[in-house]
């Protein structure tokens, strides 16, 4: 009754208009108090039009009030307020819609400052002490201010549940427990808790170790990030310089040979003009000539002409005409041919050596994720088909290529091959023209004794040595042996017995980047012979490597509809 009271008291001694306290407080002719400034206002913010009235009761003044401070009611109010009467919240202190309102204030409600599960009821700060200062209620348990209270109340007993029934997986009250929910696995909400609490916290500690991981990996990708961004910016400005340097010794090339053609021009145009003169100054004196002869063919005299005729000045020797003979313009047309020689061969060179550089560009890869699974099918193969044909500057003299040069034979006649520094002269080998890099696959069909199917680095020797030109026998080759009804896998001159199913057909897949390269035996179904797992460093080449003559193997053209 005490705290009601003092509620009352408050409410008593508060503005209506402002809700606090009252200061200065002045009481109109209806009975209502308010404060001075507040009443002020209120009669100020009012239409002049209208007759002053009271904010509560509406009562009309015919002429607005007076208003005289009310000296007993604000000496009230002061020892009131020395007696632990407080000023009322601010507005943002009591509860709006969205918020849990104390269940025990009257009138406009406070906002709860805290919830008893115990209770099963919110409170807000001023009726929380009770919690704080009865030695009973200080064992409740006190949570955030919470809306859902309601549902630890049992809908069917009206008690706290306050156990858990394991077997229905819910919350339960005691009576539950020993009612429907008899012979049930139970234990204490407490203890169920716990057990979940502690579950819960072996959950966080793997996020946290995930988060952890996710963290350093994202702090590789960045560094990652920062060194492809270093290496690309190096290599642009690398390549601008060796192609400024190309660029300006083509110049240089192009000023030399304008300035030969300028000096050749020069020289040949001299040499004609000097002729032209000789030739003009001969027109000059023969025209004068012959002036002189067709006067003296004129003279009617006899004797004058006669007289005439032996003071003639003789003609000079006519010019060689050897020396004035035009000849063709050959040494420029041979300067152009020898140009454009050039400018072909720099194409030549080009062409061939510019897949590798676009390939080597688009190898540049991050793994943001684990590399994608070898596919399962034949079908799934099938999309990363590639079309092979043999290099004729790789092939042994006695391999005849065929078939656009996807096939090889081993023939006992030599082939009509000119000398090339790519070409094996020892072993009866050959690579293809095409470099294989990211995914690929193809598959050679093979006839005869058998053959040796192979990938190398460009750079695999040519020469005699064996361990450095085989395939299989050195670290830049890998080499699947189809010889004598069996396989064998072949890397740096060891040696792995393989089991399978013999075919003439064999499948390769390739994952540079992943650094897998996998042999399977093609018939109805395709059965894996041997995978290797490395890093590749170089681009690869197809091979093909044969010891008996007649033998024969052909790197067949694929289409991804094609189904065995």
Excluded at 286 to 308: I, P, V
Aim: hydrophobic letters at 30%; glycine letters at 4%.
């Amino acid at each position: 009754m005490a705290q009601k009271g003092v509620q009352l008291d408050r409410e008593t001694f508060s503005c209506s208009i402002c809700l606090d306290l009252l200061k200065d407080p002045v009481t109109i002719p209806c009975g209502h108090s308010y404060c001075m400034k507040c009443m002020k206002c209120h009669w100020d913010g009012e239409d002049e039009r209208k007759i002053p009235s009271c904010p509560q009761c509406r009562q009309t003044f015919t002429l607005r009030p007076v208003l005289v401070k009310n000296t007993m009611l604000a000496a009230l109010v002061e020892e009131l307020k020395k007696t632990g009467l407080q000023a009322a919240p601010a507005d943002h202190c009591y509860a709006g819609p969205e918020d849990v309102a104390c269940d025990f204030c009257t009138g406009r409600k406070l906002k709860a400052f805290k919830s008893c599960l115990v209770c099963v009821a919110s409170y807000c700060e001023k009726h929380l002490r009770r919690h704080y200062e009865v030695a009973p209620l200080k064992k409740h348990k006190l949570v955030e201010p919470s809306n859902k209270l309601q549902e630890n109340i049992c809908s069917r007993h009206n008690e706290v549940m306050k156990m858990f029934c394991r077997t229905d997986q819910q919350c339960i009250c005691y009576l539950c427990s020993v009612d429907e929910h008899k012979g049930h696995d139970t234990v204490s909400a407490a203890a169920e808790r716990t057990e979940r609490q502690r579950e819960l916290e072996v959950s966080r500690q793997d996020i946290q170790q995930r988060i952890q991981d996710r963290q350093k990996d994202v702090k590789v990708l960045q560094q990652e990030v920062e060194a492809i961004n270093r290496s690309a910016d190096k290599a642009v400005e690398d390549s601008q310089k060796i192609f400024s340097q190309l660029i300006c010794l083509m110049e240089e090339r192009s000023s030399e040979v304008k300035r030969q053609v300028r000096s050749q021009q020069e020289a040949e145009v001299s040499r004609v003009k000097e002729l032209q003169e000789k030739l003009e100054q001969e027109i000059t004196e023969l025209k004068r000539k012959d002036a002189e002869l067709k006067q003296l063919s004129h003279t009617e005299d006899h004797n004058q002409f006669l007289h005439n005729c032996p003071s003639l000045s003789p003609l000079s020797g006519p010019t060689d005409s050897s020396s004035i003979h035009i000849r063709p313009l050959r040494s420029f047309e041979d300067m152009t041919a020898a140009v454009s020689a050039v400018r072909d061969k720099l194409q030549d060179v080009l062409r061939d050596k510019w897949t590798n550089v676009s390939l080597t560009v688009t190898e540049v890869d991050v793994l943001l994720s684990a590399a994608p699974p070898e596919p399962k099918t034949r079908a799934g193969f099938l999309k990363y088909s590639r079309e092979i044909t043999l290099d004729p500057n790789t092939a042994y003299t006695q391999l005849l290529l065929s078939e656009g040069n996807r096939k090889a034979t081993l023939m006992r006649k030599r082939q009509s091959y000119s000398d090339h520094p790519d070409r094996f002269t020892k072993l009866c080998q050959v690579l293809s023209r095409e470099s294989l890099t990211g995914r690929c696959y193809w598959e050679v069909e093979w006839r005869g004794d058998g053959v040796c199917l192979a990938v190398a680095y460009k750079n695999i020797s040519r020469g005699e040595s064996w361990k450095e030109s085989v395939f299989g026998s050195n670290d830049k080759s890998w080499a699947l042996d189809c010889y004598n009804n069996s396989y064998k896998f072949l890397y740096n001159d060891v040696q792995t017995p393989v089991s399978g199913p013999l075919s003439s057909r064999v499948g390769v897949y390739l994952d540079h980047s992943a650094g897998i390269l996998s042999f399977y035996s093609v018939s109805e179904t395709m059965t894996l012979l041997h995978r290797v797992q490395t890093t590749f460093t170089q681009p690869l080449y197809a091979g093909l490597w044969f010891v008996f003559d007649g033998d024969s193997a052909e790197f067949c053209k694929l289409q991804q509809s094609e189904v065995v």
